[in-house]
């Protein structure tokens, strides 16, 4: 895992309180594509530089990078777990993403 990392962070426009960090400058089209199915167009929120540290609203600055380097992206899904978000990790998990 990298000390830091330039991260950019968009928000899905079909799922409320649903966001997708990214490495800065990553293609969109490089992410899986049921992912991109079932984000929708991502509209950006913000860029930060994020460290081991950096605590974030409901995660940590270690857990996003680790999914990074991981696969490429860390999804940040709503807290309250309603059936659309069980459906939506359900579909991640059948198309491998």
């Known amino acids: ?17 649903t966001y997708l960090y990214v490495r ?3 293609d969109w089209n490089e992410l899986p594509e049921s992912l991109r199915e079932i ?3 991502p ?4 860029d930060l530089v994020l460290t081991p540290d950096r605590r974030l609203a409901r995660t940590t600055g270690k ?6 380097a991981e696969k490429d992206y860390y999804l940040q899904l709503p807290e309250k777990a ?3 978000i ?3 990790k359900e579909k991640l998990r059948d198309f491998g993403a």
Do not use: H, N, W
């Open 1 to 17: 895992m990298t000390e830091k990392m330039f991260v950019s962070v968009f928000r899905s426009t079909r799922r409320d309180e």
């Open 24 to 26: 800065r400058g990553k």
């Open 39 to 41: 984000f929708g167009k």
């Open 43 to 46: 509209a950006p929120a913000l």
């Open 63 to 68: 857990e996003v990078l680790e999914a990074i």
């Open 82 to 84: 309603d059936s659309y």
């Open 86 to 88: 069980v459906a939506f």
